[in-house]
């Protein structure tokens, strides 16, 4: 995709024109879906290994559930889960680009100074640890900023916009500028699908994806077997890679830069595919 942002991942330049997959590794035991649950290290390493070998871009773990209805995990409890695979990642796999869901700035500064994690992902955009643009402006990281009304306890009671699209961006305007002034330079917005949204204000976010590239910066959609598929043409989670699939197709081609995933062979193929439609002379 052209004029896309590129970001930078330590000294390297992580470049968005084709678009990437980030894997999500969950090291809870309670996250939505039951086959993103890897607390134990073993089987952990296991899955990281998986999914570099089917293509991942960029890994994303997350030691807390910020599913609808989640209670907010103590920072030490998080820390607990975080360390060793960490550690993990720092040894084993030093050339991997790790982002860390985390909204807590202590955190995110030890994970970046002691194991090297590339980006920060915090689903509150600054606002549960007004700390984190200041240490992630000081520590250089990019940070993906994401759209949530409320917090993940209460969310989805009953969210209300007065046009979710314009809401979400003015959102993004005002964030944007505290990471900016706090030094962040390499930002990527992440809408927040089944945050705060009733099923229509999901898909009209989706369809309207592209403009949230106006504010200048690379997009994340992160719809990988959320309830927004599952609720509307039945099953549950584990139903949910066709639909997955699907939306991830259309969220690249309304302008996501990055497919936030749980099944990373799917996304790469889809990301393939999706990219010949919108650029056809790739094949001359």
Known sequence: MKNTPAIRIRKDIL??????VMGILNLTPDSFYSGSRFPEKNKAKKQIDIMISEGVDILDIGAFSSRPGAELLSES???SRLQPILRLLRDDYPELAVSLDTYRADIAAKAILEYGVSIINDISSGRFDTRMPEVTGELKVPVILMHMQGIPGTMQENPVYENVVLDVIKFFSERIQVFRNAGVHDIILDPGFGFGKTLKHNYELLKQLSSLKELGFSVM???SRKSMIYNYIGGKAEDALNGTTTLNALCRQNGADILRVHDV???????KLTNLVMQPELLT
């Open 15 to 20: 470049n968005m024109e084709n678009g990437l």
């Open 77 to 79: 409890e998080e820390w």
């Open 221 to 223: 959609a992160g719809i």
């Open 265 to 271: 062979k799917e996304a790469v193929e889809c990301l």
